[in-house]
């Protein structure tokens, strides 16, 4: 299945097979939930967007409005998929990394039925007019603490997992899912604290951007970066290139991540040194953008034994993520400047850096990470490689496309706006010329994930390929 299998000795197979089977119902609901709302997501994706294109679609109907219809696909989309899936990776990866068998596997099984209940009540929520007009926070307060439970049921069983880690270097793997999961509950009940309908409206909306900042640096990132750092060495047959490298990345970003996301309102209602400080840190996070990308990269240089790359499903989605991820920084740094900010922070390109964030970043890297791990936890592997690459190659023109054509629908908006003697409604009208692409888009993904689904389900029901070979990517592959 893998190179480290046939490097190790036999009692490692056995333990890292005992392992397996101690977390496989627990990580393959997570994965099959977040399948199942990814699909929703999607599809949510391109009718929001086909109903932003032709505003009067639909308009006597109040729950097919855009400001419902997006809203419920950005739920589903960080909620039902990539939070649902970041949790089964992480459950995998610790039981891994501390060669600890799972023993609270029916707990948290239920942990993620809550979590599920809370997710469906906030997008009924949203739906029936109950949004707050909070991105990634649009729920009512109230289904807030069903989520945290959800999620603490959860996580709680990592901590004592990571202590009873055999002793030795803690990985660099270890740091970002522990970081990850103590990160989020604060990150969340702050914000779900801070932003209320009783408070002050100026410091909820910047409360607002700080928790979408952090959610993607300190939740979404150190679990897609953790997977890829386990990974990528594993498939490559060779260590991490630098280990002081990872560090000064993992640091540089717990350190510099909470200061971001005011950023977003530069030039807003507020002291002007609070957006300035968010700008000078995500800037500043260039540093560990670089230091992740330049330890990919040299740990995978240079391999010419085994064309890694165009034969490995995990490490094409991984290293597809990693390059998004650099791609991000680079537009994050960008829009943190005064000059952009003033000119894009109320257009589609602030929509377009967010989903690069969510689907570009981290799903990429998930998927990697899900096509590594599904076929070691049910014992097969997995049917088409055809399949595999079309789901790449569909989800890679899918992702371009929405931030290209959110990106440059974002400048063309912005340019329109700021023509003083000009009608608002004119910067409306050239924007939603590229929503056209978003639709598109859209569709594309949710066709790549069509033959994930069905994969996904086929290897749940143990219905996958029964050989010790791997499944690859190329036009020989099954």
């Known amino acids: 299945m893998s190179l480290d299998l046939n490097q190790a000795t036999s009692e490692d197979i056995r333990e890292r097979a005992a392992i397996d089977r101690s977390v496989r119902w627990p990580v393959l609901f997570f994965f099959t939930s977040a399948a199942a709302w990814l699909a929703v997501a999607t599809l949510l994706g391109a009718v929001s967007g086909l109903k932003l294109s032709l505003p009067r679609l639909w308009e006597s109907c109040p729950a097919m409005n855009y400001g419902r219809l997006f809203p ?167 260590p991490v290139y630098s280990y002081p490298l990872a560090k000064i990345g993992f640091w540089s970003l717990i350190i510099l991540a909470p200061w971001t996301g005011f950023n977003r309102f530069i030039g807003g209602p507020f002291p002007a040194w609070i957006p300035a400080i968010s700008g000078a840190a995500t800037i500043l996070l260039l540093v560990s953008v670089l230091a992740t990308a330049i330890n990919f990269w040299k740990t995978v240089k240079g391999d010419s034994k085994a064309k890694l790359w165009e034969n490995s499903p995990t490490l094409r989605f991984t290293m597809f993520g990693a390059l998004m991820f650099v791609m991000y920084g680079v537009l994050g740094a960008l829009s943190s400047y005064f000059s952009f900010s003033k000119v894009l922070q109320f257009s589609h390109f602030v929509i377009g850096l967010d989903t690069l964030a969510v689907y570009g970043v981290f799903s990429m890297m998930i998927f990697g990470a899900i096509y590594y791990i599904v076929p070691r936890v049910t014992g097969c592997e997995w049917p088409s490689g055809k399949m595999i690459r079309t789901h790449f190659w569909f989800s890679t023109y899918g992702i371009g496309t929405v931030v290209l054509t959110m990106l440059l629908g974002g400048f063309a908006q912005a340019g329109q706006m ?44 143990g219905r996958g390929r029964r050989t010790a070979g791997a499944t690859l990517m190329p036009e020989s592959a099954h």
């Open 418 to 461: 700021n023509q003083w003697d000009s009608s608002f409604i004119l910067s409306v009208e050239v924007g939603n010329r590229w929503v056209v692409g978003r639709i598109i888009a859209w569709l594309l993904i949710t066709f790549s994930n069509l033959g994930f689904f069905y994969q996904l389900a086929l290897m749940f029901f």
């Open 72 to 238: 419920m696909h950005m739920i589903a989309l960080v909620y039902g998929w990539a939070m649902q899936a970041g949790l089964g990776v992480m459950i995998w990866l610790m039981a891994r990394l501390t060669r600890n068998e799972l023993k609270n596997s029916v707990t948290i099984i239920v942990a993620g039925h809550i979590w599920n209940f809370g997710v469906s009540i906030a997008m009924l929520a949203v739906w029936f007019g109950f949004g707050r007009s909070m991105p990634w926070l649009d729920f009512p307060a109230w289904i807030a603490p069903i989520l945290f439970v959800g999620y603490l049921m959860t996580t709680l069983w990592l901590v004592p997992m990571f202590k009873a880690r055999r002793a030795g270097e803690v990985y660099i793997s270890e740091m970002f899912l522990l970081g990850a999961a103590v990160w989020f509950p604060w990150i969340f009940a702050t914000s779900v604290l801070l932003v209320g309908d009783d408070g002050s409206a100026v410091m909820s909306a910047g409360t607002n951007g700080w928790y979408m900042a952090n959610l993607i640096f300190l939740w979404f990132v150190p679990i897609g970066l953790a997977s890829a750092y386990y990974l990528i060495p594993k498939i490559a047959g060779r």
